[in-house]
Protein backbone atom coordinates (compact mmCIF):
# COMPACT_ATOMS: atom_id res chain seq x y z
CA UNK A 1 0.00 0.00 0.00
CA UNK A 2 3.08 2.19 0.72
CA UNK A 3 4.34 2.69 -3.21
CA UNK A 4 0.86 2.23 -4.67
CA UNK A 5 0.24 6.10 -5.10
CA UNK A 6 3.58 6.65 -5.09
CA UNK A 7 4.45 4.41 -8.74
CA UNK A 8 1.60 6.00 -10.76
CA UNK A 9 3.49 6.66 -13.93
CA UNK A 10 3.04 10.57 -14.01
CA UNK A 11 4.16 10.81 -10.24
CA UNK A 12 6.87 8.49 -10.99
CA UNK A 13 8.12 10.28 -13.90
CA UNK A 14 7.59 13.69 -12.32
CA UNK A 15 9.78 12.57 -9.25
CA UNK A 16 12.59 10.81 -11.26
CA UNK A 17 12.84 13.88 -13.43
CA UNK A 18 13.50 16.24 -10.40
CA UNK A 19 15.89 13.88 -8.91
CA UNK A 20 17.65 14.74 -11.87
CA UNK A 21 17.43 18.64 -12.03
CA UNK A 22 18.21 18.46 -8.54
CA UNK A 23 21.51 16.06 -9.67
CA UNK A 24 22.35 18.57 -12.10
CA UNK A 25 21.75 22.19 -10.32
CA UNK A 26 23.91 20.76 -7.36
CA UNK A 27 27.26 20.19 -9.20
CA UNK A 28 29.68 20.50 -6.77
CA UNK A 29 27.66 17.88 -4.11
CA UNK A 30 27.80 15.78 -7.54
CA UNK A 31 31.14 15.89 -8.36
CA UNK A 32 32.10 15.08 -4.82
CA UNK A 33 30.26 11.71 -4.19
CA UNK A 34 30.62 10.81 -7.38
CA UNK A 35 34.33 10.63 -6.89
CA UNK A 36 34.05 8.85 -3.36
CA UNK A 37 31.59 6.03 -4.65
CA UNK A 38 33.65 5.72 -7.57
CA UNK A 39 37.11 4.76 -5.85
CA UNK A 40 35.15 2.76 -3.45
CA UNK A 41 33.16 0.36 -6.23
CA UNK A 42 36.88 0.63 -8.60
CA UNK A 43 38.76 -1.18 -5.57
CA UNK A 44 35.53 -3.98 -5.44
CA UNK A 45 35.42 -4.59 -9.24
CA UNK A 46 39.25 -5.08 -9.36
CA UNK A 47 39.05 -7.74 -6.65
CA UNK A 48 36.17 -9.34 -7.87
CA UNK A 49 38.01 -9.74 -11.44
CA UNK A 50 41.30 -10.50 -9.79
CA UNK A 51 39.02 -13.27 -7.92
CA UNK A 52 37.60 -14.70 -10.88
CA UNK A 53 41.03 -14.08 -13.07
CA UNK A 54 42.55 -16.11 -10.54
CA UNK A 55 40.23 -19.15 -10.50
CA UNK A 56 40.24 -18.97 -14.32
CA UNK A 57 43.68 -19.06 -14.51
CA UNK A 58 43.92 -22.30 -12.04
CA UNK A 59 41.57 -23.98 -13.84
CA UNK A 60 44.01 -23.34 -17.30
CA UNK A 61 47.15 -23.90 -15.51
CA UNK A 62 45.44 -26.95 -13.87
CA UNK A 63 44.79 -28.11 -17.39
CA UNK A 64 47.93 -27.63 -18.66
CA UNK A 65 49.65 -28.77 -16.06
CA UNK A 66 47.19 -32.16 -16.14
CA UNK A 67 44.30 -32.77 -14.08
CA UNK A 68 45.74 -37.02 -13.98
CA UNK A 69 49.57 -35.67 -13.35
CA UNK A 70 51.76 -35.59 -10.39
CA UNK A 71 55.35 -33.53 -10.25
CA UNK A 72 57.27 -35.09 -7.62
CA UNK A 73 60.27 -33.25 -6.43
CA UNK A 74 63.45 -34.30 -4.79
CA UNK A 75 63.95 -32.45 -1.14
CA UNK A 76 61.56 -31.35 1.26
CA UNK A 77 60.29 -27.93 2.39
CA UNK A 78 62.65 -28.18 5.44
CA UNK A 79 65.37 -29.36 4.14
CA UNK A 80 65.63 -26.45 1.64
CA UNK A 81 65.41 -23.68 4.56
CA UNK A 82 68.50 -25.62 6.31
CA UNK A 83 70.54 -26.10 3.02
CA UNK A 84 70.18 -29.58 2.80
CA UNK A 85 70.93 -31.49 0.06
CA UNK A 86 67.92 -31.10 -2.60
CA UNK A 87 68.71 -34.37 -4.72
CA UNK A 88 66.98 -37.14 -2.68
CA UNK A 89 65.12 -39.16 -5.77
CA UNK A 90 67.32 -41.68 -7.82
CA UNK A 91 66.50 -43.59 -11.11
CA UNK A 92 65.63 -46.92 -9.16
CA UNK A 93 63.09 -44.77 -7.62
CA UNK A 94 61.69 -43.71 -10.86
CA UNK A 95 61.63 -47.38 -12.31
CA UNK A 96 60.36 -48.94 -8.82
CA UNK A 97 57.53 -45.86 -9.03
CA UNK A 98 57.10 -47.83 -12.63
CA UNK A 99 56.41 -51.45 -11.66
CA UNK A 100 54.41 -50.39 -8.33
CA UNK A 101 51.55 -48.44 -10.18
CA UNK A 102 50.65 -50.28 -12.68
CA UNK A 103 47.93 -47.37 -13.57
CA UNK A 104 50.89 -45.06 -14.31
CA UNK A 105 50.91 -44.92 -18.05
CA UNK A 106 53.89 -42.45 -17.95
CA UNK A 107 56.37 -42.03 -15.74
CA UNK A 108 59.58 -39.76 -16.28
CA UNK A 109 62.60 -38.67 -14.71
CA UNK A 110 63.81 -35.20 -15.36
CA UNK A 111 67.02 -32.89 -13.96
CA UNK A 112 67.85 -29.55 -14.15
CA UNK A 113 70.30 -26.69 -14.24
CA UNK A 114 69.83 -23.20 -14.07
CA UNK A 115 71.72 -20.31 -15.65
CA UNK A 116 73.75 -22.50 -17.94
CA UNK A 117 75.67 -19.93 -20.77
CA UNK A 118 74.08 -20.80 -24.01
CA UNK A 119 75.72 -19.28 -27.04
CA UNK A 120 75.11 -19.09 -30.89
CA UNK A 121 77.43 -17.45 -33.38
CA UNK A 122 78.38 -14.36 -31.73
CA UNK A 123 74.80 -14.26 -28.99
CA UNK A 124 74.78 -15.10 -25.34
CA UNK A 125 72.61 -16.28 -22.89
CA UNK A 126 71.88 -17.88 -19.71
CA UNK A 127 69.36 -20.27 -19.40
CA UNK A 128 67.63 -23.32 -17.65
CA UNK A 129 68.67 -26.53 -19.11
CA UNK A 130 66.19 -29.41 -18.61
CA UNK A 131 67.54 -33.53 -18.76
CA UNK A 132 64.32 -35.33 -19.82
CA UNK A 133 63.44 -38.92 -21.67
CA UNK A 134 62.21 -38.66 -24.78
CA UNK A 135 58.80 -38.76 -23.59
CA UNK A 136 59.05 -35.26 -21.99
CA UNK A 137 56.70 -33.81 -24.65
CA UNK A 138 54.06 -36.20 -23.97
CA UNK A 139 54.10 -36.06 -20.30
CA UNK A 140 53.57 -32.17 -19.90
CA UNK A 141 51.71 -32.32 -22.98
CA UNK A 142 54.07 -29.59 -24.90
CA UNK A 143 53.84 -30.66 -28.59
CA UNK A 144 57.55 -29.94 -30.86
CA UNK A 145 55.69 -27.84 -33.81
CA UNK A 146 59.02 -27.57 -36.05
CA UNK A 147 61.70 -29.94 -36.14
CA UNK A 148 61.11 -33.54 -34.35
CA UNK A 149 61.10 -34.56 -30.57
CA UNK A 150 64.75 -36.55 -29.80
CA UNK A 151 64.50 -40.35 -29.36
CA UNK A 152 65.34 -43.14 -26.75
CA UNK A 153 68.57 -44.26 -29.13
CA UNK A 154 69.74 -40.42 -28.17
CA UNK A 155 69.03 -40.79 -24.23
CA UNK A 156 70.90 -44.13 -24.36
CA UNK A 157 73.52 -42.87 -26.52
CA UNK A 158 73.77 -39.44 -24.70
CA UNK A 159 73.74 -37.65 -27.95
CA UNK A 160 74.18 -33.88 -27.92
CA UNK A 161 71.02 -32.90 -29.14
CA UNK A 162 67.74 -30.50 -28.28
CA UNK A 163 64.77 -29.19 -27.95
CA UNK A 164 64.54 -25.07 -27.44
CA UNK A 165 61.41 -23.52 -26.05
CA UNK A 166 60.02 -20.20 -27.94
CA UNK A 167 62.15 -17.54 -25.87
CA UNK A 168 65.18 -18.84 -26.17
CA UNK A 169 64.79 -19.28 -29.64
CA UNK A 170 64.16 -15.32 -29.98
CA UNK A 171 67.22 -14.94 -28.02
CA UNK A 172 69.38 -17.05 -29.85
CA UNK A 173 68.60 -17.34 -33.46
CA UNK A 174 65.66 -14.41 -33.70
CA UNK A 175 63.72 -15.16 -37.09
CA UNK A 176 66.20 -17.84 -37.86
CA UNK A 177 65.62 -21.98 -38.64
CA UNK A 178 67.16 -23.34 -36.01
CA UNK A 179 66.23 -26.85 -36.85
CA UNK A 180 70.17 -28.45 -37.36
CA UNK A 181 72.14 -25.63 -36.08
CA UNK A 182 74.61 -26.03 -33.07
CA UNK A 183 74.67 -23.95 -30.41
CA UNK A 184 77.19 -24.37 -27.22
CA UNK A 185 75.79 -25.41 -24.04
CA UNK A 186 78.47 -24.80 -21.32
CA UNK A 187 81.14 -25.45 -24.15
CA UNK A 188 79.88 -28.39 -25.37
CA UNK A 189 77.93 -27.88 -28.65
CA UNK A 190 74.63 -29.30 -29.16
CA UNK A 191 72.43 -29.67 -31.94
CA UNK A 192 68.82 -28.47 -32.21
CA UNK A 193 66.82 -31.18 -33.55
CA UNK A 194 62.98 -29.15 -32.61
CA UNK A 195 60.92 -26.59 -31.60
CA UNK A 196 58.13 -26.62 -28.21
CA UNK A 197 55.35 -24.63 -28.78
CA UNK A 198 54.83 -21.53 -26.57
CA UNK A 199 53.93 -22.32 -23.34
CA UNK A 200 54.42 -18.63 -21.17
CA UNK A 201 54.19 -18.35 -17.49
CA UNK A 202 54.54 -20.15 -14.61
CA UNK A 203 52.11 -19.40 -11.50
CA UNK A 204 55.33 -18.09 -9.64
CA UNK A 205 55.78 -16.15 -13.22
CA UNK A 206 58.74 -18.20 -14.51
CA UNK A 207 58.76 -17.51 -18.05
CA UNK A 208 58.44 -21.46 -18.98
CA UNK A 209 59.94 -21.03 -22.82
CA UNK A 210 63.01 -20.07 -21.30
CA UNK A 211 64.84 -23.22 -21.41
CA UNK A 212 66.51 -25.99 -23.73
CA UNK A 213 65.59 -29.98 -23.06
CA UNK A 214 68.25 -32.60 -23.72
CA UNK A 215 68.76 -36.40 -23.36
CA UNK A 216 68.53 -36.86 -19.26
CA UNK A 217 71.94 -38.96 -19.55
CA UNK A 218 73.52 -36.27 -21.63
CA UNK A 219 72.70 -33.31 -18.91
CA UNK A 220 73.31 -36.31 -15.75
CA UNK A 221 76.58 -37.50 -17.31
CA UNK A 222 78.36 -34.39 -19.13
CA UNK A 223 76.80 -31.19 -17.03
CA UNK A 224 76.52 -33.00 -13.72
CA UNK A 225 78.56 -35.53 -13.25
CA UNK A 226 75.54 -37.46 -11.68
CA UNK A 227 74.86 -41.09 -12.29
CA UNK A 228 71.97 -41.52 -10.01
CA UNK A 229 70.30 -38.91 -8.87
CA UNK A 230 67.34 -36.56 -10.38
CA UNK A 231 65.84 -33.30 -9.22
CA UNK A 232 62.24 -34.78 -9.82
CA UNK A 233 59.98 -36.91 -12.00
CA UNK A 234 56.16 -36.49 -13.50
CA UNK A 235 53.78 -39.10 -13.33
CA UNK A 236 50.20 -39.55 -15.17
CA UNK A 237 47.34 -42.28 -14.72
CA UNK A 238 44.45 -43.44 -16.03
CA UNK A 239 42.36 -43.33 -13.68
CA UNK A 240 42.47 -39.58 -12.98
CA UNK A 241 39.55 -39.97 -10.47
CA UNK A 242 41.64 -41.38 -8.07
CA UNK A 243 44.61 -38.99 -8.51
CA UNK A 244 44.50 -38.16 -4.88
CA UNK A 245 44.70 -41.40 -3.72
CA UNK A 246 47.06 -42.22 -5.91
CA UNK A 247 49.30 -39.36 -4.56
CA UNK A 248 48.84 -40.73 -0.92
CA UNK A 249 50.20 -44.10 -1.78
CA UNK A 250 53.10 -42.91 -4.04
CA UNK A 251 53.88 -40.95 -0.51
CA UNK A 252 53.98 -43.74 1.54
CA UNK A 253 55.90 -45.59 -1.48
CA UNK A 254 58.59 -43.32 -1.52
CA UNK A 255 59.25 -43.22 2.18
CA UNK A 256 59.12 -46.49 2.70
CA UNK A 257 61.60 -46.92 -0.09
CA UNK A 258 63.64 -44.15 1.64
CA UNK A 259 63.68 -45.41 5.08
CA UNK A 260 62.06 -42.97 6.33
CA UNK A 261 61.08 -42.88 10.30
CA UNK A 262 56.99 -42.25 11.11
CA UNK A 263 57.96 -39.20 12.88
CA UNK A 264 60.15 -37.93 10.53
CA UNK A 265 59.39 -35.46 7.46
CA UNK A 266 59.28 -36.57 3.62
CA UNK A 267 62.08 -36.02 1.73
CA UNK A 268 60.26 -35.33 -1.37
CA UNK A 269 57.85 -33.03 -2.46
CA UNK A 270 54.33 -34.18 -3.94
CA UNK A 271 52.43 -31.32 -6.67
CA UNK A 272 49.04 -32.14 -7.29
CA UNK A 273 46.71 -29.69 -9.31
CA UNK A 274 44.95 -29.05 -5.83
CA UNK A 275 48.40 -27.46 -4.70
CA UNK A 276 48.17 -25.01 -7.64
CA UNK A 277 45.03 -24.13 -7.34
CA UNK A 278 46.31 -23.16 -3.44
CA UNK A 279 48.71 -21.27 -4.56
CA UNK A 280 47.19 -18.66 -6.84
CA UNK A 281 44.05 -18.43 -3.78
CA UNK A 282 46.81 -17.81 -1.85
CA UNK A 283 48.48 -15.22 -3.89
CA UNK A 284 45.15 -13.56 -4.76
CA UNK A 285 44.07 -13.69 -1.24
CA UNK A 286 46.55 -11.10 0.02
CA UNK A 287 45.26 -8.60 -2.61
CA UNK A 288 41.64 -9.22 -1.83
CA UNK A 289 42.20 -8.45 1.48
CA UNK A 290 44.31 -5.19 1.04
CA UNK A 291 41.85 -3.90 -2.36
CA UNK A 292 38.85 -5.38 0.10
CA UNK A 293 39.85 -3.08 3.56
CA UNK A 294 40.88 -0.23 0.82
CA UNK A 295 37.16 -0.78 -0.85
CA UNK A 296 34.74 -1.00 1.90
CA UNK A 297 36.40 2.20 3.96
CA UNK A 298 36.03 3.98 0.37
CA UNK A 299 32.42 2.94 0.36
CA UNK A 300 32.02 3.85 3.72
CA UNK A 301 33.75 7.28 3.69
CA UNK A 302 31.62 7.76 0.22
CA UNK A 303 28.52 6.76 2.09
CA UNK A 304 28.98 9.49 4.83
CA UNK A 305 30.80 12.13 2.30
CA UNK A 306 27.28 11.35 0.56
CA UNK A 307 25.05 11.80 4.14
CA UNK A 308 26.52 14.74 5.01
CA UNK A 309 26.31 16.74 1.54
CA UNK A 310 22.78 15.96 1.50
CA UNK A 311 22.02 16.84 5.16
CA UNK A 312 23.73 20.24 4.47
CA UNK A 313 21.39 20.31 0.72
CA UNK A 314 18.40 19.81 2.88
CA UNK A 315 19.22 22.66 4.83
CA UNK A 316 20.01 24.94 1.72
CA UNK A 317 16.54 23.72 0.27
CA UNK A 318 14.11 24.29 3.42
CA UNK A 319 12.14 26.46 1.79
CA UNK A 320 12.01 24.52 -1.32
CA UNK A 321 10.66 21.54 0.69
CA UNK A 322 8.60 23.54 2.58
CA UNK A 323 6.45 24.91 -0.80
CA UNK A 324 6.66 21.73 -2.28
CA UNK A 325 4.69 20.40 0.84
CA UNK A 326 2.61 23.21 0.75
CA UNK A 327 1.56 22.44 -2.91
CA UNK A 328 0.39 19.18 -2.26
CA UNK A 329 3.61 17.02 -2.24
CA UNK A 330 3.23 14.55 0.21
CA UNK A 331 6.01 13.16 3.02
CA UNK A 332 7.08 9.81 0.50
CA UNK A 333 7.24 12.13 -2.24
CA UNK A 334 10.15 13.82 -0.82
CA UNK A 335 11.69 10.84 0.55
CA UNK A 336 11.67 9.31 -2.85
CA UNK A 337 12.94 12.54 -4.75
CA UNK A 338 16.25 12.26 -2.33
CA UNK A 339 16.64 9.29 -2.33
CA UNK A 340 16.14 9.02 -6.22
CA UNK A 341 18.50 12.07 -5.98
CA UNK A 342 20.92 10.13 -4.14
CA UNK A 343 20.76 6.33 -6.02
CA UNK A 344 21.54 8.56 -9.59
CA UNK A 345 24.69 10.14 -8.18
CA UNK A 346 25.70 6.38 -6.31
CA UNK A 347 24.91 5.14 -9.85
CA UNK A 348 26.79 6.68 -11.92
CA UNK A 349 29.56 6.65 -9.30
CA UNK A 350 29.49 3.18 -9.84
CA UNK A 351 29.72 3.21 -13.44
CA UNK A 352 32.70 5.90 -13.47
CA UNK A 353 33.59 2.97 -10.66
CA UNK A 354 33.53 0.29 -12.86
CA UNK A 355 35.56 2.33 -15.71
CA UNK A 356 38.01 3.18 -13.33
CA UNK A 357 38.40 -0.77 -12.25
CA UNK A 358 38.93 -1.40 -15.81
CA UNK A 359 42.05 0.59 -16.37
CA UNK A 360 43.02 -0.33 -13.12
CA UNK A 361 43.03 -3.84 -13.82
CA UNK A 362 44.62 -3.10 -17.01
CA UNK A 363 47.69 -1.22 -15.20
CA UNK A 364 47.77 -4.45 -12.92
CA UNK A 365 48.09 -6.68 -15.34
CA UNK A 366 51.06 -4.89 -17.22
CA UNK A 367 52.96 -4.01 -14.12
CA UNK A 368 52.24 -7.42 -11.93
CA UNK A 369 50.96 -9.59 -14.72
CA UNK A 370 48.34 -10.40 -12.34
CA UNK A 371 45.44 -12.50 -13.80
CA UNK A 372 42.26 -10.31 -14.00
CA UNK A 373 39.03 -11.47 -15.95
CA UNK A 374 35.93 -9.11 -16.11
CA UNK A 375 32.49 -11.10 -16.24
CA UNK A 376 29.04 -9.76 -15.94
CA UNK A 377 29.63 -10.92 -11.96
CA UNK A 378 32.25 -7.38 -11.45
CA UNK A 379 29.54 -4.88 -13.15
CA UNK A 380 26.63 -6.12 -11.55
CA UNK A 381 28.25 -6.22 -7.62
CA UNK A 382 29.75 -2.64 -8.30
CA UNK A 383 26.20 -1.58 -9.52
CA UNK A 384 24.66 -2.93 -6.50
CA UNK A 385 27.02 -1.52 -3.53
CA UNK A 386 26.67 1.42 -5.25
CA UNK A 387 22.83 1.26 -4.96
CA UNK A 388 23.20 -0.05 -1.52
CA UNK A 389 25.50 3.06 -0.64
CA UNK A 390 23.00 5.69 -2.30
CA UNK A 391 19.54 4.20 -0.12
CA UNK A 392 21.50 3.26 2.75
CA UNK A 393 23.21 6.67 3.37
CA UNK A 394 20.55 8.71 1.67
CA UNK A 395 17.69 7.44 3.76
CA UNK A 396 18.30 9.64 6.92
CA UNK A 397 19.06 12.94 4.96
CA UNK A 398 15.60 12.09 2.70
CA UNK A 399 13.60 11.06 5.88
CA UNK A 400 14.48 14.42 7.20
CA UNK A 401 13.49 16.32 4.29
CA UNK A 402 10.19 14.57 4.29
CA UNK A 403 9.44 15.29 7.83
CA UNK A 404 10.45 19.22 7.31
CA UNK A 405 6.60 20.80 8.54
CA UNK A 406 5.42 22.97 5.49
CA UNK A 407 4.53 26.06 7.80
CA UNK A 408 8.08 26.23 9.69
CA UNK A 409 10.13 25.32 6.16
CA UNK A 410 8.46 27.98 4.39
CA UNK A 411 9.75 30.44 7.65
CA UNK A 412 13.28 28.57 7.68
Not at 15 to 21: A, L, R, Y
Not at 76 to 91: H, V
Not at 173 to 180: L, M, N, R, S, T
Not at 253 to 260: A, G, S, T
Amino acid sequence: MLFTHLLTKPRLIKIISQSIMAVRAFKLRTFFCLISVALGIASITVIVAATEGAYKKALDIVARFGPDSLLIFGGSEEARAIGQRQKTLTLDDIEAVREAFSSAYLVVPQTSVGNTNVSYKDKKYQTQVIGSTSDYSRIWTWPVIQGSDFTEDDVKGLRNVGLVGQHLLKELFGKEDPVGKYILVKGIPVQIVGVLSERGTSPSGHNLDDRIILPLTTVMRKLQNETKYVSAFRIRFLDQENLYIHAEELRSFLRQRHKILDDEPDDFRIVSPKEIVKFLVALTGSLVIFLGVTGLISLVVAGFVLANLFLLSVKERTTEIGIRRAAGAKKRDILMQFLGESVIITTIGGLFGFLLGLLSSKLLMLIAQFPIHFSWKAFAIGLFLSWAVGIGFGLQPANRAANLKPIEAIRG
